[in-house]
């Protein structure tokens, strides 16, 4: 299982879809306060529709408390368009930790310098960024088409 991580996640659309993602690929979802919105918001679940009672989510009150349980920080991939490894060169594996930062600044340098694994995902010039729920879908269906083809 896939570990989708928000840290600080600002739009209440956004967490919705990549909760929706989660329970349809069977990856984990964690977020990270603080949130732009109530986790109750009606946005949240109007974009996770009825999807939201079937997601496996925990929610950490600071970057450390989340930091703390991760049993092995070698398998933590920070995204960020600053990057320059591709997740498409990287190899995943089941209990990955992906994580994407907040949507107005995603993660940052002092987050970034915590873990060594530094992805991006490679995007035209004409754009600074992905949405991070198209983000998300990009780099969970890498992963899973690869642990796929190892079994």
């Not at 997601?55 to 600053?82: C, G, K």
């Not at 995902?121 to 088409?145: C, D, Q, T, Y």
């Amino acid at each position: 299982m896939l570990n989708v991580v928000l840290v600080e996640p600002e739009i209440p659309n956004n967490t919705g879809n990549i909760g929706r993602l989660c329970v349809g690929t069977e990856s984990r979802l964690h977020l990270i306060h603080p949130f732009g919105f109530v986790i109750n918001d009606k946005n949240l679940k109007r974009s996770g529709l009825d999807y939201w009672v079937h997601l496996d989510v925990t929610e950490y009150q600071n970057v450390d408390e989340w930091v703390a349980q991760i049993p092995d920080h070698s398998r933590v991939f920070l995204m960020s368009s600053h990057s320059e490894k591709s997740y498409l060169e990287n190899e995943f594996q089941d209990g990955d930790w992906l994580v994407f930062g907040k949507e107005s600044v995603g993660l940052s340098k002092e987050f970034m310098a915590r873990f060594e694994n530094h992805l991006t995902i490679p995007m035209s010039p004409l754009i600074r960024s992905f949405n991070i729920a198209n983000s998300v879908a990009f780099v969970v269906g890498e992963a899973k088409r690869q642990m796929g083809l190892k079994k």
